[in-house]
């Protein structure tokens, strides 16, 4: 079956260093691959998406390159800020008529000043 | 524009109390729901998710139910709500195509006590 694995967290870091979390997937085919991020007390948010190999999915700063030939879909930002601070989800939408997605565990980030 | 409404926000209910949960999507039709568990600091338990009115397919066999009653309506129930049943409850669509994402509803914070 499919799965998403994703780098343990917590990720502490100060404002304005680099961040990268590790998002690596099993799937047949050609799946989509979705970043969300979850604020404490709300539900999740889209923040970026790739729909095919070498794609490059961007938002407020955050990217993540669709990476086929070593199934990752890892997310980076150059400068964190205190209000990045939140739980990421790599998640999978399989191809083939499926309709239901895979989603990682979830990495927290805390963002010190 | 779409939109997903979900409630309550919370809820504290006694064990052995029933439970409903409603979820509505606006702006779209047919779309294809889904309720998914988040227990404290843990991933997201897809329970059940539906491709139209009337059909339900669950995924983990639990004290819990849903039913669709409408097209854009997702319900989640019990008749008896055990204290394992306590965490975060979140509703979520998708238009159908697999590259379209999910959006997710706000969630319900529900407290067995």
């Known amino acids: 079956g499919n799965s998403v694995t994703q780098m343990e967290g917590p990720v502490t870091l100060s404002e304005e260093a680099f961040l990268t979390i590790n998002c690596t997937y099993t799937?047949?085919?050609?799946?989509?691959l979705f970043w969300y991020v979850q604020y404490p007390g709300e539900g999740l948010q889209l923040l970026l998406k790739a729909t095919k190999a070498d794609d490059k999915g961007s938002n407020k700063g955050f990217e993540a390159t669709y990476r086929k030939e070593t199934t990752s879909f890892h997310l980076e930002k150059g400068s964190v800020q205190v209000s990045d601070s939140a739980v990421y989800f790599c998640?999978?939408?399989?191809?083939?008529?499926?309709?239901?997605?895979?989603f990682g565990r979830g990495t927290s980030l805390i963002v010190h000043p | 524009s779409q939109t997903i409404h979900q409630w309550p926000a919370t809820l504290v209910q006694p064990v052995g109390s029933p439970l409903s949960l409603e979820c509505t999507v606006e702006g779209t039709s047919n779309p294809n729901l889904y309720w998914y568990r988040q227990a404290a600091g843990r991933g997201l338990q897809l329970l059940f998710y539906?491709?139209?009115?009337?059909?339900i397919s669950s995924e983990v066999p639990q004290n819990l139910s849903a039913s669709r009653p409408q097209d854009r309506q997702f319900i989640l129930s019990s008749k008896k709500l055990l204290l394992s049943d306590s965490g975060f409850y979140l509703c979520?669509?998708?238009?159908?195509?697999?590259?379209?994402?999910?959006?997710f509803g706000s969630g319900t914070r529900l407290t067995v006590v």
């Open positions: 799937a047949t085919g050609y799946p989509s």
């Open positions: 998640a999978l939408s399989p191809s083939g008529g499926s309709y239901i997605p895979t």
């Open positions: 539906s491709v139209g009115i009337g059909q």
């Open positions: 979520a669509w998708s238009g159908g195509p697999y590259n379209y994402g999910y959006t």
